[in-house]
C-alpha cells in the first residue's frame, strides 16, 4: 500500500503547491464552521437575557464580518486554489505525463489498447477523485474534528463521551463492511474494463459492423452479456450497502438522541447557557460528521484503488530498471514545464 501512495504522490508532487493551499484553505472553512455556532450562541443568549439592542447589534456585526470571510473570501481563494491544483493543471498535465509514458513504450504488436484506453480513462478519473478526497476531506476534516471533540470533553464531558462511543461503533462497522465489500469493488471494476473495452472495439469497427450485420448482432450480444455482469455484481455490492447503511442510519440517530438528551439537561440544570447548548450540538455533529467522512474515504479507496492500480501498472509496463518509480517521476518531471507553461 505504502508504494501506491508513493507512486501517487510522485505524480502529484509538482502541484504541491496548489494542493497545499486547497488543503489549508478547506481547513480554514472547516474551522469557521465550528466558530459559526459560537457567534450564534452569543447573540442567541443576549436574546434569551434581554439584553438591550445596542449590545446586541455590534454582536449581529461581528457575525456579518464573520460571514463574509468564511461565506465569502475564503470560497473564492479555494476556486482559484482549485482551478491550478485540483480541476485542470494537474489532471492536463497527469494525462500529457501518461500519454507520454505509453507513446514510449514498447508493447506487443496486438495488444489490446481497447483494454488500455479504458484502463487510462478510469484510471486517471480515479486518480483525480482520490487526490481530491485527500486534500479536501481527510486532512481538513482531521484537526477540526480533533478540536471539536476536545472542546467538547472540556465544556460537555457526557456529549464528548457519547460522540466518541456512537462514532467508534459506527467507525467499526463500517470498516469491517468495507473490507467485506473489497473483493466486490475489485470484481465490479474488473466487470467495468471488460465492458468498456468491448463498447470502445464496437467504435473502432463501427463502419464495418453495420456493413456486416451479422458481427454488429454479435458484438450486441457480447456487450450485453458484459453489462449484465457487471450490473448484476453492482446490484449485489450496492445492496449489502444499503443493508449496512440503514443499521448505520440508526446507531447515529440513537446518538443524536442521547446528545440532545444530555444537553438539554446540562440547560435545564442551569450548567450552560441555550447559547451553549447549540454550540455542543453543532460539535457533536461535526465529530460524527468527521468520523463518517473518514469511512466514507475508506470506501472511496476500495472503489478507487483498483483503477488507480491498473493505470500504474500500465505505466510500470515500459520500465526496464528495477526501481519504475523513478522513471514515472523522470517521465512526469520532463512534463512539469508544459504545466507550468499553461498555469501563466
Not at 439584553?51 to 479555494?78: D, E, K, Q, S, T
Not at 466487470?191 to 467504435?203: A, C, E, I, M, S
Not at 449496512?244 to 440547560?267: E, K, P, Q
Amino acid at each position: 500500500m505504502h508504494i501506491l501512495l508513493r507512486k501517487i504522490l510522485v505524480l502529484f508532487k509538482p502541484s504541491w503547491k496548489p494542493l497545499a493551499a486547497v488543503a489549508v484553505l478547506v481547513t480554514g472553512q472547516r474551522v469557521g464552521d465550528l466558530i459559526v455556532p459560537l457567534f450564534a450562541g452569543h447573540v442567541i443568549d443576549a436574546i434569551a437575557q434581554h439584553r438591550p439592542y445596542a449590545a446586541i447589534a455590534p454582536l449581529i456585526a461581528g457575525c456579518f464580518v464573520f460571514w463574509v470571510l468564511h461565506g465569502n473570501l475564503l470560497p473564492y481563494l479555494l476556486g482559484r486554489a482549485e482551478l491550478i491544483g485540483l480541476r485542470y493543471t494537474a489532471p492536463r498535465r497527469i494525462a500529457v505525463g501518461t500519454l507520454r509514458v505509453l507513446l514510449n513504450g514498447n508493447f506487443p504488436r496486438h495488444a489490446d489498447t481497447a483494454m488500455q484506453q479504458a484502463v487510462v480513462e478510469r484510471g486517471l478519473q480515479a486518480l483525480n477523485d482520490f487526490m481530491a478526497s485527500i486534500v479536501r476531506v481527510a486532512i481538513p476534516m482531521s484537526l477540526p474534528g480533533l478540536v471539536a471533540l476536545f472542546l467538547l470533553l472540556q465544556w460537555f464531558p457526557l456529549l464528548g463521551i457519547i460522540a466518541i462511543v456512537g462514532g467508534m461503533l459506527d467507525m467499526a462497522a463500517t470498516l469491517f463492511l468495507n473490507r467485506t465489500l473489497a473483493p466486490l469493488f475489485g470484481r465490479l471494476q474488473a466487470l467495468d474494463y471488460k465492458r468498456l473495452n468491448v463498447q470502445t472495439r464496437v467504435f473502432r469497427e463501427l463502419p464495418a459492423l453495420v456493413a456486416d450485420r451479422n458481427a454488429g448482432a454479435g458484438k450486441l450480444t457480447e456487450y450485453t452479456q458484459r453489462y449484465s455482469d457487471y450490473e448484476a455484481s453492482g446490484i449485489i455490492a450496492g445492496s449489502r450497502y444499503l443493508r449496512f447503511s440503514f443499521g448505520r442510519g440508526v446507531v447515529i440517530n440513537v446518538t443524536n438522541v442521547l446528545t440532545w438528551m444530555v444537553g438539554a439537561w446540562y440547560v435545564d440544570a442551569g450548567a450552560y447557557t441555550l447559547g451553549y447548548f447549540l454550540a455542543s450540538l453543532a460539535w457533536s455533529t461535526y465529530v460524527l460528521n468527521m468520523i463518517s467522512a473518514a469511512t466514507e474515504l475508506q470506501k472511496q479507496c476500495l472503489e478507487t484503488l483498483p483503477a488507480i492500480r491498473a493505470l500504474l501498472a500500465e505505466l510500470d509496463k515500459p520500465a526496464t530498471a528495477p526501481d519504475d518509480t523513478v522513471i514515472i517521476l523522470d517521465t512526469f518531471r520532463r512534463a512539469a514545464p508544459e504545466a507550468a507553461a499553461g498555469g501563466r
